[in-house]
Every structure is written in C-alpha cells, then in structure tokens.
C-alpha cells in the first residue's frame, strides 16, 4: 500500500476520508474503524473498493470456516477483520467459490512497516477477545520480504483497491505467485480508472485464469477472481 501525504486542497470527495471515524455494520458486528489520512494518507481511510468487498465476503461469496486467508494492503483491515469474524460464524448458504482447504482458519492480515501500528490498533479495537488469536498483522512488502510466508500458503487472497500505482505491479504479481497454491483464490476488488489498470488485469492473466464475478454499478467496483493457471490450460 502506498502512502499519500495529505493535502489541503483535497477534493471536496475526499473529505469522507478526513473523518476520524468510518462506522459499518457487517459480519453481525458494528465495526468502527479508525481514519487518520492526515498521517498515513490512503492506507488509513476505508475505500469503496473495501466495503464491496467486505460485502461480496458476507454474502458467502467464499467458505471462509476452516480457510487460510491474507489480506494484501490492508491499509485499515476492515476485510481482513469481516473475514475473520465470518470464519467463525455457521455458513448460511453453499458458497460462490468452493476452495480447498489446507489449514485451520486464520487469517494475515498484512501491509507496510509504516502503516501496521495504525492497522492493530484497528484490529485490536474491532475483533473480540476470541477471535483475536485468528487474525494476525504481519509485515509485507510486496515481493520483498516473500521469505516469511511459506509458497502457497494461502487458500484464499484478498485485496481492495491495490491496483493503481503501476511501478507496484510486477511485485504484486510476483507476490500473488509466492503466496498461491494450485487450488488458491484470489479475489480482487477495484475501480478500472486508468489504461495502467487494464494492462494490470492483462499481465495477471498472463499467469492466472481471470474472470469478473462481482460488479457494484453504484460504487463503480468490479470484483475480479483469479486462480493460478492449470499445466492443460497453459498446452
């Protein structure tokens, strides 16, 4: 997640995202996240691209009971947390993507040296006592320190608006290679905005299977599944 100093001159939509607190009700939790854009600038605000997400998670998009899940530039962890909280919960309907499990649930919940106090103290201020041991903070910087996560550790991999600085992309990718298995998701979501965000989904179709599964016209946000490429696919 980079960083973005904050500004003055923000336009007058941002101004959601000075607010200190951002308040939702998901998971059958209410979930107060702490805003601080004035320090941390975009990985310390909740993004559309979050909620939809955090949404599509609590309408049983994936079987989360059981799952090892990350959440990539987490910035506030709000869908790391819904996950973890859904982890814990009875499955109300047969999931959308059926994942094979690997591990009991946890779920990482991860982003820059610089941002991880501020992204605890929201961990810690929103997840019960119980659920706590579940959801770890962990340090990464995407394709640097790849050593600390096991290859494919994860069933399920998850990120909300991550796609919008293209000198990122290749670490990304490389990233999302290291931490895939076979039988991994990953679920992406974003807003398309520039050229550079269509020639990131190209480049992950290079070396995944892609397809949307999820669109929010209100909010602009596409929901992208991706899983990495069978050796029949590739012939």
Not at 165 to 175: C, V
Request: proline share 4%.
């Amino acid at each position: 997640m980079a960083l973005v100093p904050y500004e003055e001159t923000a336009e007058k939509g941002l101004q959601r995202f000075h607010k200190p607190l951002a308040t939702f009700s998901l998971a059958n939790h209410t979930i107060q996240i702490r805003q601080d854009w004035k320090q941390l600038g975009v990985a310390a605000v909740v993004w559309d691209a979050a909620i939809i997400l955090a949404t599509y998670l609590e309408m049983g998009a994936v079987e989360l009971r059981g799952c090892s899940a990350v959440e990539l530039g987490a910035g506030t962890g709000l869908v790391g947390m819904v996950a973890a909280l859904l982890a814990l919960q009875p499955l109300r309907r047969p999931p959308i993507h059926h994942l094979l499990i690997s591990s009991g649930a946890h779920v990482t919940i991860t982003d820059r040296k610089v941002a991880l106090e501020f992204l605890k103290s929201n961990v810690q201020a929103n997840l019960p006592p119980h659920i706590q041991p579940r959801a770890v903070v962990k340090e990464l910087t995407w394709g640097q320190n790849l050593g600390s996560f096991s290859p494919g550790e994860f069933d399920l991999i998850l990120g909300a608006d991550i796609i919008y600085l293209e000198e990122t992309f290749t670490d990304l990718l490389q990233t999302l290679e290291h931490l895939c298995s076979n039988h991994s998701v990953i679920l992406l979501a974003c807003r398309i905005r520039y050229e550079r965000d269509h020639n990131f989904l190209a480049m992950l179709e290079r070396q995944f299977t892609v397809r949307k599964v999820h669109y929010d016209p209100e909010k602009d946000v596409h929901i992208y599944k991706a899983q990495r490429r069978s050796l029949r696919e590739d012939l």
